[in-house]
């Protein structure tokens, strides 16, 4: 980890997975991003004043206790303590007839930290440059708690490419086995079940409470790394604002806090005063400028994936708009554009795969939504006397939910509507399924382009033109992906092509490639006598087609490859609909996400 810090000197949100041990050694099972985006680093555990009054004695459950008896007599002579007879040092006596463990005097104060367990979650993660295969295992501990109905709560990045996760309860030694029900990826949620009725015999769900204020008491209830019992830290409400989610590389309300949260907190509930939970501890900010700067996912999100689930049985995501905007805080330009008053951001960008690109264009100005004024700076009232980012509004909607916008457009005022959906990164920053696809021709290893394989990869190692393409282009048709040969497996069919590496596929035999499951299709339909491929840079590939096939089953027995391809690509394709013409620009001006934007006055919603 000590490597890791050295190689991130800019300020960096940290999401805790938790206290990992891998086979070989300790370490934390977090993912490392090499871009100036979210990494992961621990941050050393702080001392915190006592907790709320539910939890306020948790000091004394597993520590020595207080009382202390007076100053007194009694013949303990020289022959040595003994074990039943006080102990005399400068005056004070301990009886040690007495026990010296604490009890809870309320066992209501002891069900906040009863619902609270602790997660072992086992990892097996795909191998993204040796797509057929995946990664050596490795194990971590994070935290959970009830929320009634059989259900956990926790954080994805926990459970992340799971193979099997268990969960253990307060003071028991038995664990038991979960099931992931649910992964909430830009919320950094999921929700987890457990079918042994054992489990929950003399539990109590938490309960949820409202979004507190500023300067409102917290408490951090998990287990983190230090010991393997549960652990209390206490803090205050710092700040309440839409943050960047490390894990989703999204951007959702959050809460800040000052109290310790450490790797395995994650998962964890915090507490107000009332004992109700008000968020979930998730990630912390790491800065030589800054401390004690933790992050709570607050109940506002949570129950927004919770009732998610509920309604359509699956996550389906928080939609957005799928604009980049612009901030309209200077006259002259509010002048230039028609718009009367301080209010409204501008439009510069529309995706292709929004439903709002069909009633938005660049150059309109949204002066309101649902019939809430947008300020020039992009932000909106929020609860009395406060303001926050546009991006709230549409995070408390639902995918398909329909939002109608106040616009003005070349000095006209209009309302339009418009369906909100998640967005569609063209190089996405999570693969669905978990596993990559892939397809193996005459050797040449093909496969979509990811972040998580940018990560995997490095980006050095990759080209400043397809880096540029994943960082500022957009999907122009829905299921687009950039397509690259990741490595080329060496064989006499292939000869003068083995150094090939990480290169975009343009066409096959002159038609465009749209994904990796359309060349699969377009490499199975194929009658031609060669194979033609077309790459970045005007680079050619030129295979026989009959040998290309003939050296297949050689090729996966040399390099002990299970199959030809991905079994996501066994499917038959189907082609795409409202597939939009692309234009000669390669790459937008701007990056597609807030994460590599470099100015505050733009930002997508």
Same mark, same amino acid.
């Given at each position: 980890?000590?490597?890791?810090?050295?190689?991130?000197?800019?300020?960096?949100?940290?999401?805790?997975?938790?206290?990992?041990?891998?086979?070989?050694?300790?370490?934390?099972?977090?993912?490392?991003?090499?871009?100036?985006?979210?990494?992961?680093? *621990?941050?050393?555990?702080?001392?915190?004043?006592?907790?709320?009054?539910?939890?306020?004695?948790?000091?004394?459950?597993? %520590?020595?206790?207080?009382?202390? +008896?007076?100053?007194?007599?009694?013949?303990?002579?020289?022959?040595?303590?003994?074990?039943?007879?006080?102990?005399?040092?400068?005056?004070?006596?301990?009886?040690?007839?007495?026990?010296?463990? *604490?009890?809870?005097?309320?066992?209501?104060?002891?069900?906040?930290?009863?619902?609270?367990?602790?997660?072992?979650?086992?990892?097996?993660?795909?191998?993204?440059?040796?797509?057929?295969?995946?990664?050596?295992?490795?194990?971590?501990?994070?935290?959970?708690?009830?929320?009634?109905?059989?259900?956990?709560?926790?954080?994805?990045?926990?459970?992340?490419?799971?193979?099997?996760?268990?969960?253990?309860? +307060?003071?028991?030694?038995?664990?038991?086995?979960?099931?992931?029900?649910?992964?909430?990826?830009?919320?950094?949620?999921?929700?987890?079940?457990?079918?042994?009725?054992?489990?929950?015999?003399?539990?109590?769900? #938490?309960?949820?409470?409202?979004?507190?204020?500023?300067?409102?008491? $917290?408490?951090?209830?998990?287990?983190?790394?230090?010991?393997?019992?549960?652990?209390?830290?206490?803090?205050?409400?710092?700040?309440?604002?839409?943050?960047?989610?490390?894990?989703?590389?999204?951007?959702?309300?959050?809460?800040?806090?000052?109290?310790?949260?450490?790797?395995?907190?994650? %998962?964890?509930?915090?507490?107000?005063?009332?004992?109700?939970?008000?968020?979930?501890?998730?990630?912390?900010?790491?800065?030589?400028?800054?401390?004690?700067?933790?992050? $709570?996912?607050?109940?506002?999100?949570?129950?927004?994936?919770?009732?998610?689930?509920?309604?359509?049985?699956?996550?389906?995501?928080?939609?957005?708009?799928?604009?980049?905007?612009?901030?309209?805080?200077?006259?002259?330009?509010?002048?230039?554009?028609?718009?009367?008053?301080?209010?409204?951001?501008?439009?510069?960008?529309?995706?292709?795969?929004?439903?709002?690109?069909?009633?938005?264009?660049?150059?309109?100005?949204?002066?309101?939504?649902?019939?809430?004024?947008?300020?020039?700076?992009?932000?909106?009232?929020?609860?009395?006397?406060?303001?926050?980012?546009?991006?709230?509004?549409?995070?408390?909607?639902?995918?398909?939910?329909?939002?109608?916008?106040?616009?003005?457009?070349?000095?006209?005022?209009?309302?339009?509507?418009?369906?909100?959906?998640?967005?569609? /990164?063209?190089?996405?920053?999570?693969?669905?399924?978990?596993?990559?696809?892939?397809?193996?021709?005459?050797?040449?290893?093909?496969?979509?382009?990811?972040?998580?394989?940018?990560?995997?990869?490095?980006?050095?190692? #990759?080209?400043?033109?397809?880096? *540029?393409?994943?960082?500022?282009?957009?999907?122009?048709?829905?299921?687009?992906?950039? $397509?690259? $040969?990741?490595?080329?497996?060496?064989?006499?069919?292939?000869?003068?092509?083995?150094?090939?590496?990480?290169?975009?596929?343009?066409?096959?035999?002159?038609?465009?490639?749209?994904?990796?499951? /359309?060349?699969?299709?377009?490499?199975?339909?194929?009658?031609?006598?060669?194979?033609?491929?077309?790459?970045?840079?005007?680079?050619?590939?030129? #295979?026989?087609?009959?040998?290309?096939?003939?050296?297949?089953?050689?090729?996966?027995?040399?390099?002990?490859?299970?199959?030809?391809?991905?079994?996501? #690509?066994?499917?038959?394709?189907?082609?795409?609909?409202?597939?939009?013409?692309?234009?000669?620009?390669?790459?937008?001006?701007?990056?597609?996400?807030?994460?590599?934007?470099?100015?505050?006055?733009?930002?997508?919603?």
């Amino acid at each position: 980890m000590a490597r890791v810090a050295a190689l991130l000197a800019s300020p960096a949100l940290l999401p805790f997975p938790s206290t990992a041990l891998s086979t070989a050694t300790s370490s934390c099972s977090c993912r490392l991003r090499l871009r100036p985006r979210p990494a992961v680093v *621990a941050r050393a555990p702080r001392q915190q004043p006592r907790g709320r009054r539910a939890l306020r004695r948790f000091d004394e459950v597993e %520590g020595v206790s207080k009382k202390r +008896r007076g100053i007194g007599g009694g013949a303990g002579g020289a022959a040595g303590l003994q074990a039943s007879s006080p102990r005399r040092d400068k005056g004070l006596a301990v009886d040690f007839k007495e026990s010296q463990v *604490a009890e809870y005097e309320d066992l209501e104060e002891d069900k906040f930290l009863n619902a609270v367990v602790k997660v072992y979650c086992t990892h097996i993660a795909p191998d993204y440059g040796l797509p057929w295969q995946k990664q050596r295992q490795h194990s971590s501990s994070g935290s959970a708690f009830m929320i009634g109905d059989g259900k956990l709560l926790t954080n994805a990045h926990c459970v992340e490419h799971d193979t099997q996760v268990k969960v253990k309860r +307060r003071g028991d030694d038995k664990k038991y086995i979960a099931k992931v029900l649910a992964r909430g990826i830009e919320c950094d949620l999921a929700l987890l079940s457990v079918e042994n009725e054992e489990f929950w015999k003399g539990t109590e769900a #938490l309960s949820f409470g409202r979004l507190p204020c500023l300067q409102d008491s $917290v408490t951090v209830v998990g287990y983190p790394l230090g010991g393997d019992t549960i652990s209390v830290t206490k803090g205050v409400v710092s700040r309440i604002e839409v943050t960047p989610y490390a894990h989703g590389t999204s951007d959702l309300l959050g809460i800040q806090i000052d109290a310790a949260i450490n790797p395995g907190n994650s %998962g964890g509930p915090a507490f107000n005063e009332q004992g109700e939970c008000i968020g979930v501890a998730f990630q912390v900010y790491r800065s030589d400028e800054a401390e004690n700067i933790g992050y $709570v996912i607050p109940t506002t999100v949570v129950s927004h994936f919770l009732n998610d689930y509920q309604k359509n049985g699956k996550y389906t995501g928080f939609p957005c708009l799928g604009v980049l905007l612009q901030k309209l805080e200077n006259p002259a330009l509010r002048e230039s554009l028609k718009v009367p008053s301080s209010e409204g951001v501008l439009v510069r960008r529309v995706e292709p795969t929004a439903p709002a690109s069909s009633v938005l264009r660049k150059g309109d100005v949204i002066v309101s939504f649902d019939g809430i004024t947008v300020g020039c700076e992009a932000t909106v009232p929020f609860r009395s006397t406060e303001r926050i980012a546009f991006r709230y509004l549409t995070s408390q909607k639902y995918a398909g939910d329909i939002a109608q916008l106040g616009i003005i457009r070349d000095g006209n005022s209009m309302k339009v509507q418009t369906i909100l959906q998640p967005r569609k /990164h063209l190089v996405p920053f999570h693969v669905e399924g978990g596993q990559p696809s892939y397809l193996i021709v005459a050797g040449l290893v093909f496969t979509p382009l990811t972040e998580p394989f940018i990560e995997e990869e490095c980006e050095d190692t #990759l080209g400043l033109k397809l880096l *540029a393409k994943a960082r500022y282009s957009l999907a122009t048709f829905e299921g687009e992906q950039i $397509v690259i $040969v990741s490595q080329v497996l060496a064989h006499e069919v292939n000869i003068g092509y083995e150094h090939m590496g990480n290169q975009q596929v343009i066409k096959l035999n002159g038609t465009a490639v749209k994904n990796i499951h /359309h060349l699969a299709h377009l490499v199975d339909t194929c009658q031609d006598k060669f194979l033609t491929f077309e790459f970045e840079d005007d680079f050619l590939v030129v #295979l026989h087609r009959e040998e290309a096939a003939a050296a297949s089953s050689d090729i996966l027995k040399e390099h002990a490859i299970p199959s030809v391809r991905s079994s996501d #690509l066994s499917e038959p394709y189907v082609e795409g609909k409202n597939e939009v013409q692309k234009t000669s620009e390669d790459f937008g001006e701007s990056p597609v996400t807030n994460f590599e934007m470099g100015i505050d006055c733009l930002l997508w919603a």
